[in-house]
């Protein structure tokens, strides 16, 4: 499968701590994005990483991208209720027209 | 700005009935245009993609189809809908050069019946 795997399928933690979810995929890339879905709603993006760049951050989110392990993880720091939603990774293949999409992480923030 | 849209929200139809599930981008031209579906607590299946008007490639041989009759207008139809078609789709597009985020729409919510 050209899609990529993340872990853990499901995540449980309280508001305040931080919240780590890892993909990994297997071939080459231009890029890796991130993108959270609220529940019985489209995707938004969040951030993206170039196969050339190693860490980005965007607020509280902060990305890493190992290309040689071909993996990725999300750290989403101080987490917050309203963080409570899916989150997936997708893969931008190089000579590909699509993004491949993960099977996403259920983050659940407990109040 | 660049804005999404797609309707309906909800749709619920009998084994066999036709679908139309219509999305339309605005602010932008010539965009990459996508049609997702996404099974209950699964990840995404990228169904069709669109480059250009009349350039549809399927991805996974179905009971679906997809036009594009419109620049920034993109189509899912069905003849004869089946139980397996009931999930969650989703459009989407991307600028159509480079490799960018995709913004997507709010999607609907097929049940079939």
């Known amino acids: 499968s050209q899609q990529g795997e993340e872990d853990p399928q499901a995540l449980s933690i309280q508001e305040g701590e931080n919240a780590t979810m890892n993909c990994s995929y297997k071939?080459?890339?231009?890029?890796l994005q991130w993108y959270r879905q609220n529940s019985g709603r489209g995707l938004v993006h969040l951030i993206l990483i170039r196969s050339n760049e190693r860490e980005k951050h965007s607020g509280r989110l902060r990305v890493t991208l190992d290309t040689s392990k071909k993996s990725s993880s999300l750290l989403i720091t101080a987490s917050r209720a309203a963080d409570t939603a899916s989150y997936f990774c997708?893969?931008?293949?190089?000579?590909?027209?699509?993004?491949?999409f993960g099977t996403g992480t259920r983050l659940t923030v407990i109040p | 700005s660049q804005t999404i849209h797609q309707w309906p929200a909800t749709l619920v139809q009998p084994v066999g009935s036709p679908l139309s599930l219509e999305c339309t981008v605005e602010?932008?031209?010539?965009?990459?245009l996508y049609w997702y579906r996404q099974a209950a607590g699964r990840g995404l299946q990228l169904l069709f993609y669109?480059?250009?008007?009349?350039?549809i490639s399927s991805e996974v041989p179905q009971n679906l189809s997809a036009s594009r009759p419109q620049d920034r207008q993109f189509i899912l139809s069905s003849k004869k809908l089946l139980l397996s078609d009931s999930g969650f789709y989703l459009c989407a597009w991307s600028p159509n050069r480079g490799y960018y985020g995709y913004t997507f729409g709010s999607g609907t919510r097929l049940t079939v019946v």
């Open positions: 997708a893969t931008a293949q190089t000579g590909a027209n699509n993004l491949f």
């Open positions: 071939t080459s890339i231009n890029n």
């Open positions: 602010g932008t031209s010539n965009p990459n």
């Open positions: 669109s480059v250009g008007i009349g350039q």
